[in-house]
Every structure is written in structure tokens, then in C-alpha cells.
């Protein structure tokens, strides 16, 4: 098995634990991260910038994928920066004790409140998204006596073949300036004037769950062009480059995904030849995956209540969680492979549609999945829920978000608590 799994003794152990075990202990349902497989994502994607881009660039973990303070201190002591989409994740960078000037700061409709903490507290790039911000960005720094970094996020007009839910490098997309409108040159060129804001460099992050390499280098030559084009009518060569994330992961046997390395090797190859092509410096990179760094090192456990069969039509076999701890499948129709810890040895000769405990028909986990014959009070892991799982949770029908626990070499700890009653009703007047 992959990603941290085996089975001993009919059980299923992830990170070197009896995952039926992790269950008794903390309860469920439970979200369950494997610390090494967390680290050697970080590394690969920081040696392959060595191996091919003689050192000269940075991984970012976006940390929408999974943000929480102990996600912020290993991404820290891997050497990494961290890419973060709002003020409550800036907030929790800092509060984790990361360095301020390895935050990137996205999003496409950030407040003044936000760009206020940001810009106080020497985030180290605010990536702009639309005119106005250029403005607000640019008097905050002045009202703070600041000049700030920033990037300018282009759309390069790429689409990624990925789920349409997903794909952000096309023109009808909500994030970013428009490449072949020439909006990103009006853009760049205003940035540029702007006295407050040192514009070193662009950003793009053209989808998710990308399986090819194509595409990031198609990406790569465009934004070199773009980069040309700024130095050639301004004077100004920017000397940085961001091309995003949205490196592909295996969630099912219909997903192949490269070695992570192989995106920089193929990226970095591109990206010299345009530089050379151009007579342009080669800009120090940055990259910024998130599911691919903590997607596979997540595995969710729930324990198996109801069971129903609807003759010839299917069987429900409902868990303790559902759309409320993992929504991916209700927004996404996203599959996951799953099997029953406490028979992982069993075949899996039982055709189950997976459903959750919300009041809501299209909570489902998954359908038409394969695992060993149920019962009620099994435990079910749904392997790979680590990105996009626990960041996209919500208290709907006022459901206790679960626990988070870290396991190394067989050790578990807590690193997120499970939510109480007492906490849901916490903000209530
Ligand atoms: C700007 C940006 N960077 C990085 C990512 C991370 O993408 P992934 O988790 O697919 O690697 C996203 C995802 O939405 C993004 O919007």
C-alpha cells in the first residue's frame, strides 16, 4: 500500500499506528496526519528547486488546503514559506510563530482590515488581484510608512484540463488580471508608478489536481513573455516569478500522479530557455502546493452506524461524519478510496454508497464504493482526506467539527481538538 498505509493483523496502520486503535482512543470522527509523509512532500518540492533551479526559489505551502498552528511550525522547520488567502490564516501563521516575511498574501477581495494586519506586520508579499487594490495597498503602506512587496496575479489564459470547479488560469475566472485583454499590462504598469509598492515579480496559479507537466511549462513561457514585456515598455524587470500549485495527487486508481520533482525539473528547463530566448535574468521561483503536501498525509476515520438496503438499488451505510467534516464530495462529486480498518484484510466484495449524518440527501461520502461487508460500530478510514477536508469543515446541523492528531514512528498527539457542545454555542447571545 501507499502514502503511509499497511496492514498488520486485519488492521489498518497509517504513520506506523492501528488506526482502530487512533479510534478508540480519540473517538471519531477523527482526522488522522501522517507527520513524515507532511515532511518529505516539503522536501521533495525544496530539493527538486535545488536539483533544477540551482537553489534559486521557494516552496510556499498554500495553507488553504490545511491551516492550523502545527501546520504553520513544520512548514517553518522545513524551510519553507507559506501562501495564505485571508487575515485568519496570516493570524495564525503568526500566532504559530512563523516568519512574517515568508507569508505570500492572496485573495481576490481582501479588506482593508486585512491588508492593514498584513502591511503592520511585514507580510512578506501581498499578491494584488484587481485596480483597486493596487490603490488601497499602496495609501495603507504610505498611511504606515511602508513600502511593500507585492506580486501581480495574471491570468495567462491556460486551461488546465481538471474539474471545472478548479481550473484558474482561463479568462472567465474570478482571480486576477486578464493577459490578453492587456489588462495585466495596465495593471503592471500602474503597480509599477505606484510610490509605496515594489513590484518584484508575477504570480499565476493556473488549476488543481493537475496531472501534466505541459501545462505549468506552457504557464512558465507565457509569464517569461509577460516579465519581457514589462522590462521592454517600463524599464522595470521584475526578478521573481511565482507559478502556484496544483500539483495532482492520488485519490483513486483512475489518478496518476508524476513525482512532485518532475514539475520543477520540466518547469525550470522551460523557464531558462525563455530567459535565454528573452535576454532576461532568470526570476527565482516560487511554487506553491497544498494538496499535494498534506493531501495524501490525511486519512479520515469514522465509525459505521445505520446500515440500509434499498432492495436492488443500493445500500447506505451511514458514518459519524460526513459533508460537515469532508464537503468535497457535495461540491465536487471529488471520489475517495475507502476500507473498513477492522477488516482490512476482508475482501472488498461490498458495493456501499457511503452517506453521512446531515440532514441533507446529497451528504454522501461517496457511492458505488468497494469495502469489506460492514456492520455497524466498524471503523471506516477514507484515505487521502488531508487537503480540503478540516480547512472546508463547517458546524452545519450543529455538528462538533472532530479532532486532528499527528502520528510519527506510531506515536500520536493532538493537534487540533475536537470541538464541544459547549463550543458550538459558544458566540450565541
Ligand atoms: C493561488 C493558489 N496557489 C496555490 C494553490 C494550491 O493549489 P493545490 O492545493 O492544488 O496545490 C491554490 C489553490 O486554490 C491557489 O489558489
Redesign the pocket.
Do not use: L
Given at each position: 500500500m501507499e502514502y503511509g498505509l499497511a496492514i498488520k493483523n486485519n488492521h489498518l496502520y497509517f504513520g506506523g499506528a492501528d488506526t482502530v486503535e487512533l479510534a478508540k482512543q480519540y473517538g471519531t470522527p477523527l482526522y488522522v496526519f501522517d507527520e513524515q509523509l507532511i515532511r518529505n512532500a516539503c522536501r521533495d518540492y525544496k530539493n527538486s528547486i535545488d536539483r533544477y533551479y540551482d537553489g534559486n526559489g521557494m516552496v510556499l505551502y498554500?495553507s488553504?488546503?490545511f491551516s492550523c498552528k502545527e501546520m504553520y511550525r513544520l512548514a517553518n522547520e522545513e524551510g519553507i514559506g507559506v501562501?495564505t488567502?485571508s487575515g485568519g490564516e496570516i493570524y495564525t501563521a503568526l500566532a504559530a510563530g512563523f516568519p512574517a516575511e515568508n507569508i505570500f498574501f492572496?485573495g481576490n477581495n481582501k479588506t482593508n482590515d486585512e491588508l492593514e494586519l498584513a502591511i503592520e506586520k511585514n507580510i512578506g508579499h501581498i499578491v494584488i488581484d484587481d485596480f483597486d487594490e493596487i490603490d488601497r495597498i499602496n495609501s495603507i503602506a504610505e498611511k504606515l510608512g511602508k513600502t511593500v512587496k507585492v506580486m501581480l496575479?495574471i491570468k495567462p489564459g491556460i486551461d488546465a484540463h481538471t474539474h471545472e470547479f478548479?481550473k484558474?488560469g482561463q479568462n472567465d475566472c474570478k482571480?486576477g488580471f486578464t493577459l490578453e485583454t492587456g489588462e495585466a499590462l495596465e495593471a503592471a504598469k500602474k503597480a509599477i508608478k505606484a510610490k509605496n509598492l515594489n513590484v518584484t515579480g508575477f504570480?499565476c496559479?493556473i488549476g488543481?489536481?493537475i496531472f501534466s507537466t505541459e501545462p505549468f511549462c506552457l504557464a512558465a513561457s507565457v509569464m517569461a513573455s509577460f516579465i519581457a514585456r514589462i522590462a521592454n515598455e517600463t524599464g522595470h524587470v521584475v526578478s521573481e516569478l511565482n507559478l502556484?500549485?496544483?500539483?495532482g495527487i492520488r485519490y483513486t486508481d483512475e489518478d496518476e500522479p508524476l513525482p512532485y520533482a518532475e514539475f520543477m525539473q520540466k518547469v525550470s528547463a522551460q523557464l531558462k530557455y525563455s530567459c535565454k530566448e528573452l535576454s532576461l535574468p532568470v526570476p527565482k521561483v516560487f511554487i506553491?502546493?497544498?494538496?499535494?503536501i498534506v493531501g495524501p498525509a490525511g486519512i479520515t476515520l469514522y465509525t459505521v452506524g445505520s446500515i440500509k438496503t434499498i432492495p436492488n438499488i443500493r445500500t447506505y451505510v451511514s458514518v459519524d461524519g460526513g459533508m460537515s467534516d469532508n464537503p468535497r464530495y457535495a461540491l465536487y462529486g471529488a471520489k475517495y478510496d475507502m476500507l473498513i480498518a477492522n477488516k482490512a484484510e476482508q475482501a472488498n466484495d461490498f458495493v456501499a454508497t457511503v452517506a453521512g449524518k446531515c440532514c441533507e440527501s446529497g451528504d454522501l461520502i461517496g457511492e458505488n464504493i468497494k469495502i469489506a461487508t460492514p456492520e455497524t460500530g466498524d471503523i471506516l478510514a477514507v484515505l487521502a482526506t488531508g487537503?480540503y477536508n478540516y480547512s472546508m469543515a463547517s458546524n452545519y446541523n450543529r455538528i462538533p467539527r472532530p479532532a486532528a492528531i499527528m502520528v510519527k514512528n506510531g506515536e500520536s498527539r493532538v493537534i487540533i481538538k475536537r470541538e464541544t457542545f459547549e463550543d458550538l454555542i459558544s458566540k450565541d447571545l
Open positions: 498554500a488553504k488546503a501562501d488567502v492572496h496575479r478548479i484558474t482571480f504570480h496559479h488543481s489536481q502556484g500549485g496544483g500539483f506553491e502546493p497544498g494538496r499535494s487537503a
